[in-house]
């Protein structure tokens, strides 16, 4: 069986650094870091007092008053970036679209940890009395619900689920995608990753876990993959949407093809709950795994966005694993870590950084990392980490990778179409 080539045709993205497609990338080019202190709950007593969040967002300019009753932020953010995604592809004027072929790929690793907070909260100030919880509470909270939210309300009848690997969820997500149309079960796939995790649980409970930068007095510099002085990821919230179609449906209706997803690859590291393997084993695997699903060599690779948290043992091995699998060219290609300025989205950070990734593409430029000052000893110096400023280069094929707490591991490549 010949497998569908799978294209991007339009997306759309809600970020800490832009909440639309245009100025996302604005940012990206001109190194916005998102971090900030946080304003939504009193951090005086956490470790961590910063995030990067939406800036400037009100979601009465999104939705009515009855749709913010039933909608978790995750969700409202999904539908944001899809919409845009939707628009940005035009996919609702070609007259001939069949939505029982247009399938919706959802990713998250929390959910609707807002909703489950708040209910929690007033349930116990309460006296534990469940006349208390809303009725929208399960509706709110589902994780899947925010793809069912989609599909309803375009029509989308097609395939539809959603991805959880924690911080790989997203990646995943388009993988899955991709599978689906290439054996022929979807003609479209609209793939939306979504966070809303800033709260006080989750900004707890990581700091509880020493995940969390607690750079309070320098927060936009907190985000630093590769640097010396780094010491954990900054929480990032947002969502982003890639529409994907079969080459053969994308060329009937003229869609405008960004790029092509070339392959991709996932794998566990059967290692640890949070800790990366220190050799690297899975990452180099799934990289390699992913260059021979794409039918590539190692050389062909332009661009590498790294999964770049800014934790101390994370960036070592993914450098290790890099310089593994692709030899003398590692010194030849661009490596960055855009959670530099987005901070880490968790279960949407892959979809985010597939946006960057295929913009990179389409603008032969590599976004860059933002807050290098101190060379750290343990990682070569030589590679060519697009430190503090965007670098211009001809990007023809982007390597993104994405890993996550329990072991997971995802790498796709995008070529130019």
């Excluded at 990067?52 to 999104?62: D, G, P, S």
């Excluded at 006080?200 to 936009?220: C, R, V, W, Y």
């Excluded at 329990?406 to 130019?416: P, T």
Aim: proline letters at 3%; a negative charge; hydrophobic letters at 40%.
């Amino acid at each position: 069986m010949q497998l569908k080539r799978v294209v991007v045709t339009g997306m759309g993205a809600i970020t800490p650094i832009g909440n639309s497609l245009p100025s996302y990338w604005d940012a990206l080019m001109n190194g916005v870091s998102g971090a900030a202190p946080i304003s939504t709950f009193d951090t005086s007593k956490f470790r961590t007092q910063f995030a990067c969040a939406l800036k400037n967002y009100q979601e009465e300019h999104y939705f009515d008053k009855k749709e913010i009753k039933k909608l978790d932020a995750f969700t409202q953010y999904a539908l944001i970036s899809t919409q845009e995604a939707i628009e940005n592809a035009q996919l609702l004027s070609y007259a001939q679209l069949d939505k029982k072929k247009v399938g919706v790929m959802f990713a998250s690793g929390f959910g609707g940890v807002q909703t489950f907070e708040q209910e929690l909260f007033q349930y116990f100030q309460n006296n534990r009395n469940p006349r208390y919880f809303s009725p929208f509470f399960v509706p709110r909270t589902l994780l899947d619900l925010a793809g069912g939210y989609i599909s309803m309300k375009y029509g989308f009848k097609g395939v539809n689920y959603s991805t959880v690997a924690a911080c790989a969820s997203s990646t995943v997500a388009l993988l899955e995608a991709t599978r689906t149309i290439q054996l022929g079960k979807a003609d479209v796939m609209v793939v939306c990753g979504a966070e809303a995790s800033i709260t006080e649980t989750a900004i707890g409970a990581f700091s509880a876990m020493k995940a969390l930068s607690e750079q309070n007095d320098h927060p936009q510099k907190a985000s630093r993959p590769f640097d010396a002085a780094r010491d954990g990821f900054v929480m990032g919230e947002g969502s982003a949407c890639l529409i994907l179609e079969s080459l053969e449906h994308a060329q009937k209706r003229q869609a405008t093809v960004l790029a092509e997803i070339a392959g991709g690859a996932i794998n566990a590291d059967a290692y640890h709950i949070t800790a990366p393997n220190p050799e690297a084993e899975s990452v180099i695997q799934v990289m390699q795994d992913a260059l021979e699903d794409a039918g590539l060599t190692a050389n062909a690779i332009d661009y590498i966005n790294a999964h770049g948290t800014s934790t101390p043992l994370g960036d070592i091995a993914e450098v290790k694993a890099i310089q593994h699998v692709f030899g003398v060219h590692a010194y030849q290609l661009n490596i960055s870590a855009t959670k530099s300025m987005t901070g880490h989205l968790m279960g949407a950070a892959g979809i985010v950084e597939a946006v960057a990734s295929v913009l990179a593409i389409q603008h032969n430029i590599v976004p860059p990392t933002i807050n290098h000052e101190n060379i750290d000893v343990a990682l070569d110096n030589r590679l060519n980490f697009t430190f503090n400023k965007a670098q211009s280069r001809k990007v023809d094929v982007v390597l993104s990778n994405n890993f996550g707490f329990g072991g997971h591991n995802a790498s796709i490549i995008f070529k130019r179409y």
